[in-house]
């Protein structure tokens, strides 16, 4: 992988200036492949930059509380007691994989947080008692957790598909489909088990052995743990300073949801926010803790946020021009009942790459595929998945993600991408296995 974090160090920019760059490479394309004249290009890029603000509070909301619920007291102590339990160095590095996966099933925001934390307390841990840690490796196998997190319960395509009135709604017929025919489909549960088990297994073969040469937490890296608690002087201290405030909000939130789904309600990108949120306010001692974990997390969404217009605007040009219809047909001009879901996978990896966000990817590429898979006669949850498995895929070679993980470790892409590229071969492997055996 040498070559290939040479060409990384010297010429990929910050992910900022990636998105700026990929803006600036999709309008060529659109010039070059379509009929789009210039001017055209120029408004379609103008009036996409608004057209994802609803979709983008959600995902700043996931990023937002999973980074609030990872750094709540109790999941801080049990991150503690989780980095304690590995006694060699190839068991660090697998079992720091094996829980950023299960995180990243139950929401990517928590994942990406609990990848950095976890990785980070091995290490300092792992110091502690005389084990030679290769911390990068460590911080990729972290975000290699990623890897299946549209597999989960915070599986942002699966989740539009379900949810009525959504941009899915037509291609699927008018009907949202259930999350049970997609994530939580027998097949797709295999598949995400498959997964975690095969990219443990070449973690383990790739990682340092003793007498390799590694690089180690130099420092005590970990965070001086506060729980912003403030003076009480007056009245209003104690009631920022009462639990019962935090907790009576919290548990009518649980009230509304148990509510939503004995009626009938389904899952959806605003449910799974819900119960996150629910869970931090009867987590949190208090209001002080909860402003206080708010202000650190928000530190972390900030420049995502700032770069979800400019791949919105990407999205913009790249529907409006019908780039997208040029790749997926590409793709879909090749591809039969059995191997549609394949090549989908593959288009939607490629898409990735200039649209990293899922739900974003799904708006541009989701009723395309759908419409696609309908005309072959493909099942849905297939197409759906399958945009699914190639935008998780590619995101271990796409910095978009990478980002908090890599702020928490304080560690640059190029430090972990031979690792995570590992990791996309891996799952690639299996990925397109389950789909052609779904497809047969």
Same mark, same amino acid.
């Given at each position: 992988?040498?070559? %290939?974090?040479?060409?990384?160090?010297?010429?990929?920019?910050?992910?900022?200036?990636?998105?700026?760059?990929?803006?600036?490479?999709?309008?060529?394309?659109?010039?070059?492949?379509?009929?789009?004249?210039?001017?055209?290009?120029?408004?379609?890029?103008?009036?996409?930059?608004?057209?994802?603000?609803?979709?983008?509070?959600?995902?700043?909301?996931?990023?937002?509380?999973?980074?609030?619920?990872?750094?709540?007291?109790?999941?801080?102590?049990?991150?503690?007691?989780?980095?304690?339990?590995?006694?060699?160095?190839?068991?660090?590095?697998?079992?720091?994989? #094996?829980?950023?996966?299960?995180?990243?099933?139950?929401?990517?925001?928590?994942?990406?947080?609990?990848?950095?934390?976890?990785?980070?307390?091995?290490?300092?841990?792992?110091?502690?008692?005389?084990?030679?840690?290769?911390?990068?490796?460590?911080?990729?196998?972290?975000?290699?957790?990623?890897?299946?997190?549209?597999?989960?319960?915070?599986?942002?395509?699966?989740?539009?598909?379900?949810?009525?009135?959504?941009?899915?709604?037509?291609?699927?017929?008018?009907?949202? %489909?259930?999350?049970?025919?997609?994530?939580?489909?027998?097949?797709?549960?295999?598949?995400?088990?498959?997964?975690?088990?095969?990219?443990?297994?070449?973690?383990?073969?790739?990682?340092?052995?003793?007498?390799?040469?590694?690089?180690?937490?130099?420092?005590?890296?970990?965070?001086?743990?506060?729980?912003?608690?403030?003076?009480? #002087?007056?009245?209003?201290?104690?009631?920022?300073?009462?639990?019962?405030?935090?907790?009576?909000?919290?548990?009518?939130?649980?009230?509304?949801?148990?509510?939503?789904?004995?009626?009938?309600?389904? %899952?959806?990108?605003?449910? #799974?926010?819900?119960?996150?949120?629910?869970?931090?306010?009867?987590?949190?001692?208090?209001?002080?803790?909860?402003?206080?974990?708010?202000?650190?997390?928000?530190?972390?969404?900030?420049?995502?946020?700032?770069?979800?217009?400019?791949?919105?605007?990407?999205?913009?040009?790249?529907?409006?021009?019908? %780039?997208?219809?040029?790749?997926?047909?590409?793709?879909?001009?090749?591809?039969?009942?059995?191997?549609?879901?394949?090549?989908?996978?593959?288009?939607?990896?490629?898409?990735?790459?200039? #649209?990293?966000?899922?739900?974003?990817?799904?708006?541009?590429?989701?009723?395309?595929?759908?419409?696609?898979?309908?005309?072959?006669?493909?099942?849905?949850?297939?197409?759906?998945?399958?945009?699914?498995?190639?935008?998780?895929?590619?995101?271990?070679?796409?910095?978009?993600?990478?980002?908090?993980?890599?702020?928490?470790?304080?560690?640059?892409?190029?430090?972990?991408?031979?690792?995570?590229?590992?990791?996309?071969?891996?799952?690639?492997?299996?990925?397109?296995?389950?789909?052609?055996?779904?497809?047969?």
């Amino acid at each position: 992988m040498r070559p %290939l974090n040479h060409v990384v160090e010297r010429f990929i920019p910050s992910a900022l200036v990636f998105s700026i760059v990929l803006t600036f490479i999709v309008a060529a394309l659109g010039l070059i492949l379509t009929d789009t004249g210039p001017t055209d290009l120029v408004v379609h890029w103008g009036d996409g930059l608004s057209g994802l603000l609803a979709f983008m509070t959600q995902m700043a909301l996931i990023l937002l509380l999973g980074h609030m619920l990872a750094n709540t007291g109790p999941v801080r102590r049990i991150l503690g007691f989780l980095a304690s339990l590995p006694r060699t160095e190839l068991t660090a590095y697998v079992f720091v994989f #094996v829980v950023a996966a299960i995180a990243s099933l139950i929401t990517w925001g928590l994942g990406l947080v609990v990848g950095g934390l976890l990785a980070r307390e091995v290490a300092y841990q792992g110091r502690e008692r005389g084990l030679m840690l290769h911390f990068p490796m460590l911080v990729a196998a972290g975000f290699g957790g990623f890897v299946v997190w549209h597999m989960g319960y915070s599986a942002s395509g699966p989740l539009t598909a379900a949810t009525e009135e959504s941009f899915l709604m037509e291609p699927l017929g008018g009907q949202p %489909l259930p999350i049970t025919e997609t994530v939580f489909s027998s097949w797709n549960m295999i598949a995400a088990a498959v997964t975690i088990l095969v990219v443990a297994l070449a973690l383990y073969l790739v990682a340092p052995r003793r007498g390799d040469r590694v690089t180690e937490l130099t420092v005590d890296a970990r965070e001086q743990v506060k729980d912003g608690q403030e003076e009480i #002087v007056t009245p209003a201290d104690r009631l920022d300073a009462s639990r019962i405030v935090t907790g009576l909000i919290g548990l009518a939130l649980v009230v509304y949801l148990v509510l939503h789904f004995v009626q009938g309600g389904t %899952l959806t990108l605003d449910t #799974v926010n819900w119960s996150f949120l629910a869970l931090i306010l009867l987590l949190v001692k208090n209001p002080f803790e909860l402003i206080h974990l708010t202000k650190n997390a928000a530190s972390n969404v900030g420049e995502i946020l700032l770069q979800f217009p400019l791949y919105a605007g990407i999205l913009g040009m790249m529907v409006s021009s019908g %780039l997208v219809q040029v790749f997926s047909d590409a793709f879909v001009s090749i591809s039969n009942t059995t191997t549609f879901g394949l090549f989908a996978f593959l288009a939607s990896g490629l898409v990735n790459f200039f #649209v990293p966000s899922g739900g974003g990817q799904f708006a541009v590429q989701g009723p395309i595929m759908l419409s696609a898979g309908a005309d072959l006669g493909v099942d849905p949850a297939v197409t759906i998945m399958a945009v699914s498995y190639g935008d998780q895929w590619t995101n271990m070679i796409q910095p978009f993600w990478a980002l908090p993980l890599l702020a928490i470790a304080g560690l640059k892409m190029r430090d972990i991408l031979g690792y995570t590229t590992i990791v996309l071969i891996a799952s690639g492997l299996v990925y397109a296995g389950t789909l052609l055996i779904v497809s047969l």
